[in-house]
């Protein structure tokens, strides 16, 4: 026992025991491991394996300059597409904001116009004395739009006298009628006049007259009609093609062919009024106005109901001025005439006359009716006027032979009647026609 003490007290104080050993070696190891954290903290394999040679060094700069490009490229091209697209939608935003601007504009001026007019025509004012206050008349002409038609508008700039001419619409079905016309306007003397040529031979034959004509752009809705269209179907296009003039600020005094000038119209007119027509009428009643008593005996003591009746104005003889109600009356006849088969003289009044009433918004236009005498039909002429010795005497301004068909021979006979002085000129026709 002794022995064995003695030899574990031996071992114990000389060389460390196996666990001191270990534990060192790990407290070495663990010291090292710091030692090399802190020196290569990206490991000690990968920095030597990642050291490159020259070579190397250069492959990877290479490597790495073209992906930053490809990156560079990648990244413009989505910028480019997204500019685009930004573009595309900035011009969309401006067209919309053009579009709501002109229709806020089209809406104020229907809202405001009456408050418009009055700015137009001066500051507004009280109500004066009694009998003494006289309404608006007169609506403010539009602002001229060359661009509707800039080649319309240099011949316009040419013919028209005072922004304001004749117009005629004709097609070889009336040349003969279209000759006499002009001649008497040539006769008398008034230089502001232009025909609408509504096929080639009428151009031509203007061309070759000398007289000012005009030939309106290709449209086949127009020219079918223009070419081979009767008297009613030509009538209706005028609604149409007149809208132009107005945009580019010209009054027109429009006039179908079967019309013999005796006297200048513009000095006859008061261009007080949208609308300045001559009427069917065939006497102060008939052309201006009147009561009409409506009798109805089975309602007893309200058995007479009282009625306001007036001929209808002529729609191929009239003085438009370039205002907005005028433009709305174009519009307005030319759509009606569009969907519907009817008379544009009958469409044309009754969108003149009619007022405004549920589910109808009248045209606030405002009418002048010419006078009878100067601005004749033809009913007046041959029904009264050759038959009464004073009024024989009369010089009109116009005849418009629009009661009766055999127009280009009752023409003639006008012109012999007022121009020549032959007075059995008008003899030999009937108060109205043989058929």
Partial sequence: MAGRRDGLLARSNGSPSRGSRIAMAVAVGVLLGCVCAFLYPDGLFRSFSTLPSHGQ???ADW???NSAKCETSERTNVLKSELASLSQKNEDLKKQVMELTTKLKLAEQGKD???NQFVALGEQRKAGPFGTVKSLRTNPTVVPDESVNP????????VAVRKELIVA????NVKDMLELWFQNIQRVGIPNYLVVALDDEIERFCNSSKVPVYRRNPDEGIDSIGRNGGNHAVSGLKFRI???FLQLGYSVLLSDVDIIYLQNPFD???RDSDVESMSDGHNNMTAYGYDDVFDEPSMGWARYAHTMRIWVYNSGFFYIRPTFPSIELLDRVADRLARQKSWDQAVFNEELFYPSHPGYEGLHASKRTMDMYLFMNSKVLFKTV?????LRRLKPVIVHVNYHPEKFARMKAVVDFFVNGKQDALDPFPDGSRY
């Fill in 151 to 158: 080649r319309l508008a240099k011949i316009l700039e040419k």
């Fill in 386 to 390: 050759r038959k009464d010795a004073h």
């Fill in 113 to 115: 116009q009456a408050q």
């Fill in 63 to 65: 490597s790495l300059g």
């Fill in 242 to 244: 007149l809208r132009e």
């Fill in 169 to 172: 619409l004709a097609n070889s």
């Fill in 268 to 270: 006859h007119l008061y």
């Fill in 57 to 59: 060094d250069s492959a």
